[in-house]
Structures are given as structure tokens and as C-alpha cells.
């Protein structure tokens, strides 16, 4: 019996590069006699809803996403609500692809779509958030509005700058949130003004600020904060951050399995850089291993 493929690809993630490439990447997974069921995105939720309607009624063996990483969100909250789940071939086509770097997933399409073939299954971790899933970074603050709010076609245009762009504008507005938070064990009440729960090694298109030996298997998230502090004390933390110190004292990085926020007013979270919703109460739980995803051989050697 042939193997049965969806291809769930966001013809508009990027600078439409997959458009250009949709033949060859075609080509690619169809090599060895595989049935390829392609399933462009349209609107929010399409790419949930083909991996409930494909995985979840078992008609397929594999998934192959070309995308951004909100692409990647949704199918992976679809899969998590799978009963049975099947791997994933993930195709960066976006505008950063955190997660496609921390993957070390090939930048060609055509290349990354063979991996279809050659690429080695990796069980990766999956964070819960409330009743949702993300898969590399859910944050709040400074900042963390510049992904979902800087317009599709600006981000087409100019790629990593726009967000770089956009987001010096939140320099002028810097807001702190009074937060109570507990995680193993521990309880910090405090002003902060950026947080996040995190496991990639690239967040934004900035490389290496997430701390050392990021792992995405060890059934860790990395919770990193910044406490409300003053313009000269926020440089300091950069500058830190950036040479990949994290003993500022304006800074709490932990690694956690499970953390609870709790605000005395809304707080908007975005969930692997789009917009996930306002929230005083979030509760974040670590599923070990929880998605396959196929690899280049270089990834399980690092």
C-alpha cells in the first residue's frame, strides 16, 4: 500500500517563496510511489483542521508543513489532539523560522523537503498552555506584540528587519505586569516587564539568547524574565543577554517542567509568535516528547 502524505503548506508565509518551489517540493515527497494530499491554507484554523480531519481519522502516515512557525502551531495543536500521531516534516518558509533553526532544518525548500526520505525521527517536546499547545515560545511584554502585529505583507517585504522595525516602537511604551508565579516548587511575586516559557535556540531571529544547551527532549522549557527595571538597568540586561550572561539580577532564568502565572488583570500572551489570547490565570505543563518530527542526522549528534 502507498504511503499517504498531507501536505499542508501557507502559500503566504514568507515572501511566498513555496510558491515558487511547489513543484519541486511536490516531486520531492512524491519519490517512492507516495500519495500526496495537498492542503493549501486559507484562514486561521485550516491547518488545524486538516491535520484533525487527515491524522485524526488515520488517513495519513505523515505530515509535511511549509510555513511559518504559526503554521507549525496549528498543526501541532491539531496532532496534540490526535489520539494517534504520526511525523512531522516541517518546511521553514516564514520570516524568522525560530524553531526550523533550532531543528537545523535545511533553509532550501526543496533540500528540507527531503526530508521526507533521508530525515531521522526526533521525539520533541510540546509545552501546554491552558487548554492549547505551543511549541517553542509563549511570552508576554516587551516586545512579544511585534510578531502578530506587523502586517503580512511588510513582513514579505523586508523579512527579520520588519519585526526589528516594528518593534522599536514599544521602546516608547514599555509596560510592567505585577505577576505571582509558581514553578517547582518555588513562589517569585514581582513587576516584570517581559516574560516567557521557551525551548528553541533562535527567538525573533536572534540566536543564542535563550541560554546554554538548549535542549528540545529533555522534557524542559527554559522560563526566563525581566523585572521591571530602569532604561540604563534594561541596556545592562541586553547587553547580558546578548553575550549570554544570565546572572543580571533584573533577570530569573530557570529550567522548569511545570509554571503557573496568576495577574490581577489581563495579561496578552502570544503563543510561538502569534496572538494567543489575554489571560490572568496560565498554567504551563511540559509533555515529554509529546511529536515527532523528521531531522537531518546532524541534529541528533549535536
Same mark, same amino acid.
Request: proline share 3%; aromatic share 10%.
Given at each position: 500500500?502507498? /504511503?499517504?502524505?498531507?501536505? @499542508?503548506?501557507?502559500? %503566504?508565509?514568507?515572501?511566498?517563496?513555496?510558491?515558487?518551489?511547489?513543484? &519541486?517540493?511536490?516531486?520531492?515527497?512524491?519519490? $517512492?510511489?507516495?500519495?500526496?494530499?495537498?492542503?493549501?491554507?486559507?484562514?486561521?484554523?485550516?491547518?488545524?483542521?486538516?491535520?484533525?480531519?487527515?491524522?485524526?481519522? +488515520?488517513?495519513?502516515?505523515?505530515?509535511?508543513?511549509? =510555513?511559518?512557525?504559526?503554521?507549525?502551531?496549528?498543526?501541532?495543536? +491539531?496532532?496534540?489532539?490526535?489520539?494517534?500521531?504520526?511525523?512531522?516534516?516541517?518546511?521553514?518558509?516564514?520570516?524568522?523560522?525560530?524553531?526550523?533553526?533550532?531543528?537545523?532544518?535545511?533553509?532550501?525548500? #526543496?533540500?528540507?523537503?527531503?526530508?521526507?526520505?533521508? +530525515?531521522?525521527?526526533?521525539?520533541?517536546?510540546?509545552?501546554?498552555?491552558?487548554?492549547?499547545?505551543?511549541?517553542?515560545?509563549? *511570552?508576554? =511584554?516587551?516586545?512579544?506584540?511585534?510578531?502578530? *502585529?506587523?502586517?503580512?505583507?511588510?513582513? %514579505?517585504?523586508?523579512?527579520?528587519? &520588519?519585526? @526589528?522595525?516594528?518593534? *522599536?516602537?514599544?521602546?516608547?511604551?514599555?509596560?510592567?505586569?505585577?505577576?505571582?508565579?509558581?514553578?517547582? $516548587?518555588?513562589? @517569585?511575586?514581582?513587576?516584570?516587564?517581559? =516574560?516567557?516559557?521557551?525551548?528553541?535556540?533562535?527567538?525573533?531571529?536572534?540566536?543564542?539568547?535563550?541560554?546554554?544547551?538548549? !535542549?528540545? %527532549?529533555? +522534557?524542559?522549557?527554559?522560563?526566563?524574565?525581566?523585572?521591571?527595571?530602569?532604561?540604563? /538597568?534594561?541596556?545592562?540586561?541586553?547587553?547580558?543577554?546578548?553575550?549570554? !550572561?544570565?546572572?543580571?539580577?533584573?533577570?530569573?532564568?530557570?529550567?522548569?517542567?511545570?509554571?503557573?502565572?496568576?495577574?490581577? #488583570?489581563?495579561?496578552?500572551? *502570544?503563543?510561538?509568535?502569534?496572538?494567543?489570547?489575554?489571560?490572568?490565570?496560565?498554567?504551563?505543563?511540559?509533555?515529554?516528547? &509529546?511529536?515527532?518530527?523528521?531531522?537531518? !542526522?546532524?541534529?541528533? #549528534?549535536?
Amino acid at each position: 500500500m502507498r /504511503e499517504k502524505i498531507l501536505f @499542508v503548506y501557507n502559500p %503566504n508565509a514568507g515572501m511566498k517563496k513555496i510558491q515558487d518551489k511547489l513543484n &519541486a517540493v511536490c516531486h520531492e515527497l512524491t519519490q $517512492g510511489g507516495r500519495e500526496l494530499i495537498v492542503s493549501p491554507t486559507r484562514q486561521r484554523d485550516d491547518a488545524k483542521n486538516a491535520v484533525l480531519e487527515y491524522v485524526g481519522e +488515520g488517513k495519513c502516515e505523515k505530515i509535511v508543513v511549509s =510555513g511559518g512557525d504559526g503554521t507549525l502551531h496549528e498543526v501541532v495543536n +491539531g496532532m496534540m489532539q490526535c489520539e494517534q500521531r504520526v511525523p512531522i516534516v516541517y518546511i521553514p518558509a516564514g520570516s524568522t523560522n525560530d524553531f526550523g533553526y533550532s531543528l537545523s532544518i535545511p533553509k532550501d525548500i #526543496t533540500v528540507a523537503a527531503g526530508m521526507v526520505n533521508s +530525515g531521522i525521527p526526533f521525539e520533541c517536546d510540546i509545552a501546554q498552555f491552558n487548554d492549547r499547545y505551543f511549541v517553542y515560545t509563549a *511570552a508576554f =511584554g516587551l516586545f512579544t506584540d511585534v510578531s502578530y *502585529a506587523t502586517p503580512q505583507n511588510l513582513k %514579505n517585504v523586508f523579512g527579520h528587519a &520588519a519585526y @526589528v522595525l516594528n518593534g *522599536a516602537s514599544s521602546l516608547a511604551r514599555i509596560r510592567k505586569y505585577r505577576m505571582a508565579l509558581t514553578y517547582d $516548587g518555588l513562589y @517569585v511575586e514581582d513587576d516584570f516587564i517581559y =516574560g516567557m516559557v521557551v525551548s528553541s535556540s533562535s527567538i525573533g531571529g536572534f540566536r543564542g539568547i535563550t541560554g546554554p544547551d538548549v !535542549k528540545l %527532549n529533555d +522534557g524542559e522549557y527554559e522560563l526566563f524574565l525581566v523585572r521591571d527595571c530602569s532604561r540604563l /538597568e534594561l541596556t545592562v540586561v541586553a547587553n547580558d543577554i546578548l553575550h549570554h !550572561k544570565f546572572d543580571n539580577k533584573n533577570m530569573i532564568c530557570e529550567r522548569v517542567r511545570q509554571v503557573e502565572f496568576h495577574s490581577m #488583570t489581563p495579561v496578552a500572551w *502570544a503563543l510561538d509568535g502569534e496572538y494567543g489570547g489575554d489571560f490572568t490565570d496560565v498554567s504551563v505543563n511540559i509533555h515529554h516528547k &509529546a511529536v515527532t518530527f523528521m531531522v537531518p !542526522k546532524s541534529l541528533l #549528534t549535536i
